[in-house]
């Protein structure tokens, strides 16, 4: 790779930043879920996710020469397309 001039580049992705009162909000949750906790039996305490799966999702690295200033990949043009998977887990 050296002798070629090629480099591992990672590919600038977007993600959500944190908003500004997250820790207040944090500490009102918990606050929420310590009052209500003894008032249910653990057989009705659970906890559900939903997570998107992509049928196509691109590498975050690709291989390209250095100094180069446009890095692209090539996808089949279904990174949209996903379906949900819902985890769930129960107090017992």
Known sequence: ????????????STGQK???NW???MKKYVYFVTQYKDNYSLEHIGNMDEVPVYFDMPSKFTMDFQGSSDIRIT??????SRFTVVLCVTAI
């Open 1 to 12: 790779m050296k002798r070629n001039h090629v480099v591992r580049r990672a590919v600038k």
């Open 18 to 20: 944190l908003f500004v």
């Open 23 to 25: 820790e207040a909000t």
């Open 75 to 80: 996808t089949t043009g279904s990174e949209h």
